[in-house]
């Protein structure tokens, strides 16, 4: 079967079968009636956000992957960073497995990684198979920018995509490329993403200056996500050089590390892409991630920090407290937090969380790529490239700021010294960890590091019950990608991805 594109105003949802369109919420637009007025364009732009962002959808419909994002579950759940928390430990059992590397085709987080990514992806190619110059009214600059975001948007959906499942569907109407039965290879998926950033590079500002546009994509943000593509393939002075045109933006270190996820600091200068996120509006603009990470009684609790996690942060290190909270902290209503409430290890996530009623309103923007990450990116490749001195010199631009709030400035988070290879790699893996905790990066620096077959191994002290190293039989090379969801292989003919 071939994909027909629909219009959908709200958010979009790649279904396998053209019979079988999801209207989210309501009302399904034709092409021939919706491009016709420049807040048709605005709108449709807006939608291809919605995906991105950790907002209640309208229906608790785990099973068919449509509640939330999973990304969290993939990046932090499936490390050694987080277990599935929850009522029990039957509650989302799909999570468990995907922690315990028991996961079938079926599971409703795989499911999801793919249906958000392809909602996405239909949007943007939504508005790039219109001609905005011909609607009246319509600003050209505006156009322009509008084309340059869902380039970027587009690009940034199918990295997503191609680093979960590999071979996938590549669509892009305006080169004719629309059969969805089709696993285009990976080498031709990354050509696709590197041609639409570059697109959106030329296409996109630098900044946007005013609260109702902030978190729309930039030129910096296009080439942030390239840099990223890059690392990814381990291409590193290709990476390098578009952190050059990234640090050529106005990006700044944030003063304390905490306020890029407390709604202080969201415009301050650190963040590079972020979902945004506005509590108390109707419809409901707010993260859903309130609730999930809130503690058992006060939300759900469905991630859980690790004991070896925080076993990772060096003494003083003031981005524990910034990132997790355990016996003896102030919750966010200012009351004693009780490791009680979390039964399974006694912590809780604090990053993104903020203190709202309804809980599941956040009002804090969910963190896809800021400046420290861009640094320790920078760091990554001069140390692979035998480059130590500049390695240890982006390392110490993220320890310096962590170091300044230590709990004893002059003995905690000393700079790194060491010259030795992998010794330097050592401690930039360790400086990411620690920095982007519970940000949805940890089980893929672990795939690309070649450690997860390490971590992430069976584990003699296993303790299923309280989630302590239970990664099942262990991580293996096949899970370094998903399994193609079995609708997309039951009704389309994809062909399952190995192991699986």
Known sequence: MKKIFAIIVAAFTFTSCSKQLEKYPQGKLTEDNVFTQPNDFLMAIDAAYVPLTNRFRGEWDWDNGSSIPRDWVIGDVMSDDAVKGGGSLGDQEDMRRMQTFSIFPENNNVVGVWRFNYK???????????????????????????????????????????????????????????????????????????????QAISLLPLAYNDNDNYHRATSGAAHALLAKTYLYRSRWQDCLNEIVEVEKNNYILTDKFEDNFNG?????????????????????????????????????????????????????????????????????????????WSPLTGY????FMSNVSPIDDGGVDFVYIRLADVI??????????????????????????ARKYAANPAAN?????????????KA?????????AFEGHR?????????????????????PLKGYHDYGNGWQSFNKLLPIPQRETDLLGLKQNPGY
Request: overall charge negative.
């Open 120 to 198: 996405g992806i239909d949007a943007a190619n939504t508005l790039l198979t219109q001609d905005g110059s011909k609607v009246p009214g319509l600003d050209a600059a505006l156009w322009k920018r509008m084309q340059g975001e869902a380039y970027f948007l587009r690009a940034f959906y199918y990295f997503r995509l191609v680093v979960n499942f590999g071979d996938i569907p590549l669509l892009i109407p305006e080169k004719q490329l629309k059969d969805n039965t089709v696993r285009t290879p990976v080498a031709q998926v990354y050509e696709q993403i590197e041609s639409d950033l570059k």
């Open 264 to 340: 202080v600091g969201e415009r301050a200068g650190e963040i590079i892409f972020a979902a945004r996120h506005d509590a108390g509006k109707a419809p409901s603009q707010g993260s859903i991630l309130n609730a999930v990470f809130a503690p058992q009684g006060k939300g759900w609790g469905f991630e859980i920090p690790t004991q070896d996690l925080v076993n990772e942060f060096e003494t003083g290190d003031p981005r524990r407290a910034a990132t997790l909270f355990m016996q003896g902290d102030k919750y966010l209503d200012g009351s004693n937090y009780d490791p009680a």
């Open 348 to 351: 809780n996530v604090r990053k």
């Open 376 to 401: 320790l990116w920078k760091a990554e490749c001069h140390a692979n490239l035998n480059m130590p001195d500049q390695a240890k010199a982006d390392l110490e631009r993220v320890r310096a700021r």
């Open 413 to 425: 988070l000393p700079a790194v010294t060491t010259s030795d290879k992998a010794a330097l790699l």
């Open 428 to 436: 930039i893996q360790h400086e990411r960890r620690v920095e982007l």
């Open 443 to 463: 089980y893929y620096d672990l795939v690309r590091w070649d450690l997860a077959k390490t971590v992430l191994a069976k584990a003699a002290d296993a303790d």
